[in-house]
């Protein structure tokens, strides 16, 4: 999806950028309530309820309550990053210094032409515990990333920025009782017993399968019977739940 060339001392590396993950979100169609033909989103004057043509639009930043200042296209363009195809990596980190908070979208690099240099940081990065941290220019858009290694290849992964990231010390502590030694010693065996591998396929979104369920029925005249929503129980003691947490994964595993 994207050419560069990793840069590092003298070293210049090129590389080609591949997406590794995908978006299997369900995207709904809007249709006329009863038409049932697509129908079309339009920017609305807020006043006057007539249509803004995209041309005729502005874009603004809201700087105080009844304040917007605006910002013409020409002005927004002269601010974009120069275009690059460099992945400047501007030092190199032990991988417990970027925590997961910081990760935001995975991507996979691989060689474009000079294998030898591209598997000689892949080792070299795999024997030293190190992951790069890199900054690049793709699409009009500034990254921070992470380069790491991810089985035999590199993987680059785009990080947040400092102001978007909320450190856990800034949450209230957390008020209440004191753990019961008796809790304590539940919880510890309920962890104890569900200690497994992770399993990525165990995992689905369960809404969207139900969702393409319905519509493959649907689409072949059939009619499918929805479940009741379930009533909200009253909660229960904590000693009360880690009990049948501990009997339900006794149970699973024997199963298993």
């Known amino acids: 999806m994207w050419t560069g060339e990793i840069q590092f001392g003298s070293v210049k590396?090129?590389?080609?950028?591949?997406?590794?993950?995908?978006?299997?979100?369900?995207?709904?169609?809007?249709l006329d309530?009863?038409?049932?033909?697509?129908?079309?989103?339009?920017?609305?004057?807020?006043?006057?309820?007539?249509?803004?043509?995209?041309?005729?639009?502005?874009?603004?930043?809201q700087v105080g309550k009844n304040r917007l200042v605006i910002l013409d296209e020409d002005e927004l363009e002269s601010l974009e990053p120069e275009s690059s195809r460099e992945i400047e990596i501007t030092r190199f980190v032990s991988p417990d210094a970027i925590t997961?908070?910081?990760?935001?979208?995975?991507?996979?690099?691989?060689?474009?032409g000079d294998t030898g240099t591209y598997f000689a940081l892949v080792q070299a990065l795999?024997?030293?515990?190190?992951?790069g941290v890199a900054r690049w220019v793709m699409r009009n858009k500034e990254y921070v990333g992470a380069l790491r290694v991810e089985g035999d290849h590199l993987m680059l992964m785009t990080l947040r920025h400092a102001d978007?990231?909320?450190?856990?010390s800034s949450l209230p502590a957390p008020g209440g009782r004191d753990v019961s030694k008796r809790e304590?010693?539940?919880?510890?065996?309920?962890?104890?017993?569900?200690?497994?591998?992770?399993?990525?396929?165990?995992?689905?979104?369960e809404y969207r399968d139900r969702v393409l369920e319905l519509v493959d029925a649907k689409a072949k005249g059939?009619?499918?019977?929805?479940?009741?929503?379930?009533?909200k129980k009253t909660p229960a003691s904590l000693e009360?739940?880690?009990?049948?947490?501990?009997?339900?994964a006794s149970r699973g595993r024997k199963s298993a």
Do not use: C
């Open 13 to 30: 590396l090129p590389v080609k950028l591949y997406s590794a993950v995908k978006d299997k979100s369900i995207h709904f169609r809007i």
């Open 33 to 61: 309530a009863k038409k049932h033909e697509p129908v079309k989103q339009h920017m609305v004057d807020a006043a006057s309820g007539t249509v803004v043509e995209y041309h005729d639009a502005r874009r603004a930043v």
């Open 100 to 112: 997961h908070q910081w990760y935001d979208r995975p991507y996979y690099l691989g060689p474009n």
């Open 126 to 131: 795999r024997d030293q515990g190190k992951e």
């Open 164 to 168: 978007e990231v909320i450190p856990a």
């Open 184 to 205: 304590l010693e539940m919880a510890h065996q309920l962890v104890e017993t569900m200690v497994d591998e992770f399993k990525p396929a165990a995992y689905r979104d």
């Open 222 to 231: 059939k009619v499918l019977r929805m479940p009741k929503a379930k009533a």
């Open 240 to 248: 009360s739940v880690l009990e049948k947490s501990i009997a339900a």
